[in-house]
C-alpha cells in the first residue's frame, strides 16, 4: 500500500538519519528514500533555489514509488517556500500522507551535525546561513519533533504511523 512519509528538518537535525532507520524495519524493495541532498546536491549538482529542477524530480521519483504501491519517504531542509507546492501536490495525489518536521534551535542542530560523518564537509557557521527555524506548511499539520525526542524514539513513532495507516480500512 502506497504510503508518503515526508520528514523535514534544518542540517543536522536527524533526518537521513531517520529515514534510513526506518526504511531498515520494511522488507528490501517496499521502502524508498528520497533525499533531497541526494537528488540536488548529488544527481543535478544545482543549488537550493526557487525553480529548480531538483523539486520536480523529486516528485517524479516520489510518484513513481507511490504508483508502485511503496512506503515513499522523502527527506530534506524542503523549505516550505520552495518546496511547499510540490510536497501539497504529493500529498494530495496519495490516500495516506504522513508529515513530520525537526523544530530544534540552531545551536541543538550544530551540536549534531559536529557528531555526523559530514562534519567535516561544512562548519557551523556556514550552517547558520542555511537555518531557518520552524517553516510550517500551509496545507497539512505535522508531528513535530523537539531535542527531547531521541532517535529511536522517532523511529519507532514514524514505522508505527505507517503500519496504523497500512492496516486502516479503505476509504
Known amino acids: 500500500m502506497s504510503v508518503l512519509v515526508v520528514i523535514r528538518g534544518n542540517s543536522g537535525s ?46 517524479h521519483i516520489a510518484n513513481y514509488g507511490l504508483g508502485r504501491g511503496l512506503v515513499v519517504i522523502v527527506e530534506g531542509i524542503l523549505d516550505a517556500d520552495r518546496y511547499g507546492d510540490m510536497l501539497e501536490r504529493l500529498t494530495r495525489s496519495t490516500r495516506y500522507a504522513l508529515h513530520y518536521g525537526f523544530d530544534l534551535t540552531f545551536e541543538e542542530t550544530a551540536r549534531r551535525h559536529a557528531a555526523r560523518p559530514q562534519a567535516a564537509a561544512f562548519t557551523p557557521e556556514q550552517m547558520a546561513g542555511w537555518y531557518h527555524g520552524w517553516q510550517p506548511l500551509r496545507f497539512v499539520e505535522e508531528v513535530r519533533f523537539t531535542a527531547d525526542w531521541g532517535r529511536d524514539v522517532i523511529v519507532e513513532r514514524i514505522h508505527r504511523d505507517i503500519l496504523a495507516v497500512a492496516d486502516s480500512p479503505k476509504r
Open 14 to 59: 536527524g533526518k537521513s538519519t531517520v529515514a534510513r532507520a526506518v526504511q531498515q524495519r520494511f522488507a528490501r524493495a517496499t521502502c524508498l528514500v528520497v533525499p533531497q541532498d541526494t537528488v540536488r546536491r548529488d544527481m543535478l549538482r544545482e543549488h537550493d533555489v526557487a525553480g529548480a529542477a531538483n523539486i520536480a524530480l523529486i516528485e
